[in-house]
């Protein structure tokens, strides 16, 4: 939490010196600052991939359909805004509650910063974007997905009329994690501890990426928009250590920990009677990510809004066996996602 304290801080101190310059042109101008609140649903079909609780319900089943809802609050406020330049800082609580899996849901606060500038006075004149985030996060019961997160952003784009346009750009994250501990569960003597169960590593992660993203208005309140993402670097995966993952491969992983936020799998024995035998584990790979994105935006009001976007996500090039059990000489695996944001200005 200190280091976003200290971005927070940089954040509104840096531009001190703009934010006077304009002050003595244009006086106070309360339109500078933003507030708005956003409500989401985002439902996964992949996001388990194993039940997660002792309900016999989930007996059986590969897969959980999980459904995420968010809160957000924005608050920004204009640094910059002129004739070709805008630059903006914000900061942003949230929560978000997982239905399914409650270790999952977690709450957390983002500081960020974004400026954007034009290459001539004419609508269809080409544009820029830079902007970074930070990100610290909070868990309800996984502990060592806690920690902090730094993404950056650069984009260029270009509207070929009043209805059309396109841009793209490259994207970067850097993750870390507050937990350093070292902690073997004992479950499965198999299992060599304390030697590699490097828990301080798992969500250590570092990737990048590149997109690019279309628009089209349909009328002022009705647009659609699509995005393709490319991402190459670390990601995580997290499979029942018995019946999923085999210990033996696992003694040779870098990283890997026990993953309380799943709890334990059911395994259904020969007599029909279930019971808790499957402990999940976590750990890093690398791998390729592709992410189709199409969504529907339409304004409801002056100030309401809402945004209906669909995802289908894969993962390809795993340097390790997949998530989830699957024929040797596959490597992937796919998630699709659907979401829905209720977006309120309030200012």
């Not at 001190?16 to 507030?35: C, K, L, P, Y």
């Not at 992949?46 to 997660?52: M, Q, R, T, V």
């Amino acid at each position: 939490m200190d280091k976003l304290f200290v971005f927070v801080a940089v954040v509104f101190l840096l531009p001190m010196e703009s934010v006077f310059a304009q002050a003595g042109e244009s006086g106070a101008d309360n339109s500078r600052f933003h507030i708005g609140l956003e409500v989401g649903s985002r439902w996964e079909d992949n996001i388990g991939l194993a039940p997660d609780d002792t309900d016999p319900e989930f007996v059986g089943d590969d897969e959980i359909d999980d459904l995420t809802l968010s809160l957000a609050v924005n608050l920004s406020y204009d640094l910059v805004r002129r004739q070709g330049q805008e630059f903006s800082v914000s900061v942003t609580p949230f929560y978000n509650h997982v239905d399914d899996l409650d270790g999952l849901s977690n709450w957390g606060l983002i500081g960020g910063l974004e400026y954007r500038g034009e290459f001539g006075p004419a609508f269809t004149d080409p544009w820029y974007s830079i902007s970074a985030s930070y990100t610290v996060t909070d868990f309800d019961d996984s502990r060592i997905r806690e920690g902090d997160w730094f993404e950056a952003e650069a984009s260029i784009g270009k509207r070929f009329s009043p209805r059309f346009g396109i841009s793209g750009g490259a994207r970067w994250l850097d993750r870390s994690q507050d937990n350093d501990d070292r902690l073997c569960p004992n479950r499965l003597t198999s299992v060599n501890c304390p030697g590699n169960w490097r828990e301080d590593q798992v969500f250590e992660q570092e990737r990048w990426g590149v997109f690019v993203h279309a628009d089209w208005f349909f009328s002022d309140k009705t647009s659609l928009f699509f995005e393709y993402s490319y991402w190459d670097g670390d990601e995580d995966s997290t499979a029942p250590l018995r019946g999923g993952v085999d210990p033996g491969w696992l003694n040779n992983q870098d990283v890997f920990a026990d993953d309380p936020a799943f709890g334990q799998a059911l395994f259904v024995r020969s007599n029909g009677i279930p019971r808790p035998l499957r402990d999940f584990v976590v750990w890093r790979i690398e791998a390729k990510q592709h992410v189709y994105e199409i969504g529907v935006r339409q304004a409801l009001t002056d100030k309401i809004s809402v945004e209906l976007v669909g995802a289908f996500m894969e993962t390809s090039d795993v340097r390790s066996p997949d998530r989830v059990t699957r024929p040797e000489g596959v490597d992937n695996y796919r998630n699709t996602a659907v979401m829905a944001t209720f977006s309120f200005s309030l200012r």
